[in-house]
């Protein structure tokens, strides 16, 4: 399953834009037409690792930490 954890950048305060790195081993399947054209189908994710999380804002690469789910961010000022 992809991963869907919500990052901070402790550095600016960035809850938006990160540069995500990660390894996915994947199974789909590929379905070519008679002409050679490739549509990939029913894509699932076997296994994905993060390798780093880059702030896009403030580059403070090493800053950014996973969201607590619990933690509420529209309320946070």
């Known amino acids: 399953m992809p991963s869907t954890a919500r990052y901070r950048c402790t550095s600016c305060g960035n809850l938006t834009r990160f540069d ?3 390894t996915r081993r994947t199974r ?3 379905h070519f037409t008679v002409g050679g054209e490739l549509s990939v189908e029913d894509e699932q994710v076997l296994d994905e690792a993060i390798e780093s999380v880059e702030c896009r804002w403030c580059g403070a690469a090493g800053h950014v930490e996973p969201l ?8 946070e000022g």
């Open 20 to 22: 995500v790195t990660s």
């Open 28 to 30: 789909a399947y590929h």
């Open 68 to 75: 607590d789910e619990s933690v509420d961010t529209a309320t």
